[in-house]
């Protein structure tokens, strides 16, 4: 733990001089794409042209984009798809089915990303923020701070990425397509709810407006912003939510989780309940065992009584061994612990698996490798 720890921050991040990213094409609804084609003098028709070349074949390159005479396209490049990440570093784990990758932005603050392709399906984790404002105290992010939000274009360009490498044959297993995206990485998702509901939009959007992913397959993460939760529940798109709960009593989990002295257990609970039944979505409970800290059975037994006190049937559990962060005093639970949690939880009849912790030999814990760089 840092001597001093971080600071909770729920106000919207100040812009400074870091300033806002460019304009890019995704940013813009498809009217908004037809306008800026034509102000370059280009035919409107060329947005969807451009939205194809994006989207379907995923490439943002001039050079592919071979059905646009040579010189619109290196105008109608230039001026709508700037260059918002660059690679700066990236690691491997899983026989290379694990790629974790720090990207720098355009103003060098710094976000990451990790794909994960197993035998059955391709998924994304990605980042909402750069840093984090809500000082979880085992986060690595959390423990940066925050730097800004992300736009829309920039969270989006994280999948695009990772589903060209795909497509590309260049992770093992050769070429596939991206089939799950969550948001899970850095940052507070629904302290971004603006870009994080646009980038929605856009991942489930049919081609050539859009990705094409199916809502299902987007989860999109938060630590318990109540406002947020069931403004989301509105939305009438059914993705996946989960709730990072971490401990089901308030007086651990505003230690771990310091927006629960805003929001508690129980009304993050009852937020959540309430996204259950708009929706009709099985709500994620995610759980990261800790040590002597939050994995002792009887808060396992607590946490199974709240989620029945709820109702049956409308949550699924997802305990989390620890990934350590760098200079913390926590680490992951003994597995005989970690066996005994599940147990409990499965006794009350909450249906509970264990999140596989890929990555976890290659700093598997979000915001460690920009951590890493900054020092």
């Not at 720090?102 to 923020?129: G, P």
């Not at 049937?313 to 612990?337: E, F, K, M, Q, Y």
Request: net charge negative.
């Amino acid at each position: 733990m840092p001597a001093t720890p971080v600071r909770l921050d729920l106000s919207s991040p100040v812009r400074g001089p870091r300033g806002k990213p460019p304009r890019h094409f995704v940013d813009l609804t498809p009217d908004e794409r037809v306008a800026a084609v034509t102000a370059l003098g280009e035919k409107p028709f060329r947005a969807k042209q451009l939205a194809t070349h994006y989207f379907t074949h995923l490439t943002a390159d001039a050079d592919a984009m071979t059905d646009l005479p040579a010189a619109s396209r290196e105008k109608l490049v230039e001026d709508l798809f700037p260059p918002l990440l660059t690679k700066a570093r990236t690691q491997t784990a899983d026989g290379g089915t694990t790629v974790k990758t720090l990207w720098h932005l355009f103003d060098h603050a710094k976000v990451e990303s990790v794909l994960m392709r197993y035998s059955n399906r391709t998924t994304l984790c990605i980042s909402s923020q750069a840093g984090c404002g809500l000082a979880c105290a085992f986060c690595a992010t959390g423990q940066m701070g925050l730097t800004r939000n992300l736009s829309t274009a920039e969270i989006v360009e994280q999948v695009r990425e990772a589903a060209r490498s795909l497509q590309a044959g260049e992770v093992p297993g050769g070429p596939t397509r991206l089939s799950n995206v969550v948001f899970m990485g850095m940052g507070e998702p629904l302290a971004n709810y603006k870009a994080i509901m646009a980038t929605v939009r856009t991942l489930v959007a049919p081609a050539p407006e859009g990705l094409g992913l199916s809502a299902r397959n987007v989860t999109v993460s938060t630590v318990g912003m109540v406002p947020a939760m069931r403004k989301l529940a509105d939305e009438g798109i059914p993705v996946t939510l989960a709730l990072s709960l971490h401990a089901p009593d308030d007086e651990l989990r505003s230690e771990l989780v310091p927006v629960n002295t805003r929001w508690d257990v129980d009304e993050a609970l009852d937020a959540a309940r309430h996204y259950f039944d708009v929706t009709g979505r099985r709500v994620s409970i995610e759980y990261a065992l800790i040590r002597d800290v939050n994995d002792h059975a009887w808060r396992a037994d607590l946490l199974g009584e709240k989620l029945n006190a709820r109702g049956k049937g409308w949550v699924h559990c997802n305990p989390i061994p620890l990934n350590p962060v760098p200079n913390s005093r926590w680490t992951a639970s003994d597995p005989r612990v970690e066996q005994e949690f599940v147990a409990r939880l499965r006794a009350h009849g909450i249906p509970t698996t264990i999140r596989d912790t890929r990555g976890s030999d290659i700093d598997g814990a979000c915001g460690q490798l920009a951590a890493e760089e900054d020092e």
